[in-house]
């Protein structure tokens, strides 16, 4: 049996690879930006953006619900992490206290504010959890220092994370806020983050010491990683560009193997890539305002997936599919 094994896994990994991914287009009846979106299963969707815009679907992009968190009109949901069906963080992003976390336990129907940030210099960009209880945010550096705030109680309390188990930050890092997707967790303590420096955070221990490491992916005020991923605690891949060149593709993309210690540069994405999502197995989908591409090695080739841009996706959990969204309250479903 051990020496067919290799065989049947090679077919189905060419079966994969000769399935042509296809876009479907669904009607969200929205029309602010979205940059957040959370696949719970094949039916169960949350996407957010501007306006505090959030909207549900429970009918695999049929029918979406639009959901109102009070007093919150004006926000920018950039990231919403959705832990079950009826279970869901929201995070908008801006100086001050524009940078907000909310969550639900009632699929939407109410929203408690759980962190409102106070400093004028801290900007919220993105979180993740590792399960209902425990989990991440990152903010822009401040004096030299990372912003991350870590939670152990599903959100009651926030704290931030000591200094003394933070490597220092460069002069003004930070990470982009695009896609809600700049943190990847693993197990039950593993994280990495993406930064705009082309620089990765790592950490072991659930949040409390962090690593640094680089990419060798470029960075500029407009250019490096704005998105990270991780099939396992080894392999992962971190995706990003030029957002003000979108159709260009140079050194936009890299790979590990050893858990983000050290870094390859890959090629063959179609251009600046706002979001990496692992989809099972040994398969990432990357997808940008300009298109999509999708890997079935772990990132180390890609081929398009033609269709639409989008800022952001997420893949359903042990489906071939994932739901993308974008401009102007644009979602898709993509099946490979």
Known sequence: MGKWMPCILTAVGLAAAATAPVWTILVSGVTGRLRGISVVSEKVVWASGANGTIVRTADGGLHWKPLSVPEAGSLDFRDIDAIDERTAYALSIGPGEASRIYKTNDAGEHWTLQFQNRDPKVFLDAMAFWNGQRGLAVGDSVDGRFVILHTVNGGVTWERAAENGLPPALSEEGAFAASGTNIAVQGTRHAWIG??????????????????????????????????????????????????????????????????????????????????????????????????????????????????????????????????????????????
């Open 195 to 336: 930064l705009g420096s082309g620089r990765v955070l790592r950490t072991e221990d659930g949040g409390k010491n962090w690593q640094v490491f680089v990419t060798g992916i470029p960075s500029s005020p407009s250019a490096g990683i704005f998105s990270i991923a991780f099939q396992d605690t080894r392999r992962g891949v971190a995706v990003g560009g030029d957002y003000k060149q979108e159709d260009r593709a140079e050194k936009n993309a890299a790979v590990t193997e050893d858990g983000g210690r050290s870094w390859r540069i890959v090629r063959g994405l179609g251009g600046y890539r706002s979001v990496v999502r692992w989809a099972g197995g040994t398969t990432f989908v990357a997808v940008g305002p300009s298109g999509a591409d999708i890997s079935y090695d772990s990132g180390k080739t890609w081929r398009a997936a033609s269709g639409p841009g989008f800022h952001t996706f997420d893949a359903a959990p042990g489906k071939r599919l994932g739901f993308g969204a974008g401009e102007r309250g644009l979602v898709g479903r993509l099946e490979w």
